[in-house]
Nanobody, 128 residues
Framework: QVQLVESGGGLVQAGGSLRLSCAAS????????MAWFRQALGKEREFVAA????????YYTDAVKGRFTISRDNAKNTLYLQMNSLKPEDTAVYYC?????????????????????WGQGTQVTVSS
């Protein structure tokens, strides 16, 4: 079992920044591929970014490349998403997710079906 708790969401103006955190407990965090997804009101959940177990590899959806950075601190069992230059279209509930399989596949990490555990989500609202 892996328990995931997101925090750091809030209301920010366009062009601003937020840093999301995801605290993990349970299974060994350092062997788990982690990712961020988001779901806007009335839309399907979409992939944002993923990171390999040791942080050495990352993968982003095109919409956030150059603006968002995914990172992890295995000593603190915490996943992060630094979001800069936020846009109104980034408004969504952001979820962290854990994939307990050991294989990093890069683009394959964007499939929600890979992830075994999900947090409850944190709301990010970007005003124009």
């Amino acid at each position: 079992q892996v328990q995931l708790v997101e925090s750091g969401g809030g209301l920010v103006q366009a062009g601003g920044s937020l840093r999301l955190s995801c605290a993990a407990s349970g299974r060994t965090f350092s062997t788990t591929i982690m990712a961020w997804f988001r779901q806007a009101l009335g839309k399907e959940r979409e992939f944002v970014a993923a990171i390999s177990w040791n942080g050495g590899s990352t993968y982003y959806t095109d919409a956030v490349k150059g603006r968002f950075t995914i990172s992890r601190d295995n000593a603190k069992n915490t996943l992060y998403l630094q979001m800069n230059s936020l846009k109104p279209e980034d408004t969504a509930v952001y979820y962290c997710a854990a994939d307990t399989s050991p294989l990093w596949t890069g683009s394959g990490s964007r499939s929600a079906d890979r992830y075994d555990y999900w947090g409850q989500g944190t709301q990010v609202t970007v005003s124009s």
